[in-house]
């Protein structure tokens, strides 16, 4: 299983960026996929996760509204849309799988066993 996160970079306050997580090794179509995050000094958060199984979601109330997530099951990648950056949203994102479980609706995001390498968004003028 691997989970291959880009889109990261440096964005202006009310800009947006969509990160994109490419998974392989397994079928996206059925266990939960999701993005956290962790700023320097902060303890990891989950940032907004999405079921496979009936396409429920969770979003962190810091970023209800602005992120989106979504997933191409035919390509097997995971996207976080993010509009109306913040200062606050700078971080290092990780996508996470909980394959091989399958996890129904979601009221938060589920215990993750795979994870892939971070990328870095940057909110700053």
């Known amino acids: 299983v691997q989970l291959q996160a880009s889109g990261g970079g440096l964005v202006q306050p009310g800009g947006s960026l969509r990160l994109s997580c490419a998974a392989s090794?397994?079928?996206?179509?059925?266990?939960?996929i999701g993005w956290f995050r962790q700023a320097p000094g902060k303890e990891r958060e989950g940032v907004s996760c999405i079921s496979s199984s009936d396409g429920s979601t969770y979003y962190a109330d810091s970023v209800k509204g602005r992120f989106t997530i979504s997933r191409d099951n035919a390509k097997n990648t995971v996207y976080l849309q993010m509009n109306s950056l913040k200062p606050e949203d700078t971080a290092v994102y990780y996508c996470a799988t909980e394959y091989p479980r399958s996890t129904r609706g979601l009221w938060r995001c589920p215990v993750m066993r795979y994870w892939g390498k971070g990328t870095q968004v940057t909110v700053s003028s």
């Open positions: 090794g397994f079928t996206l179509g059925y266990s939960a």
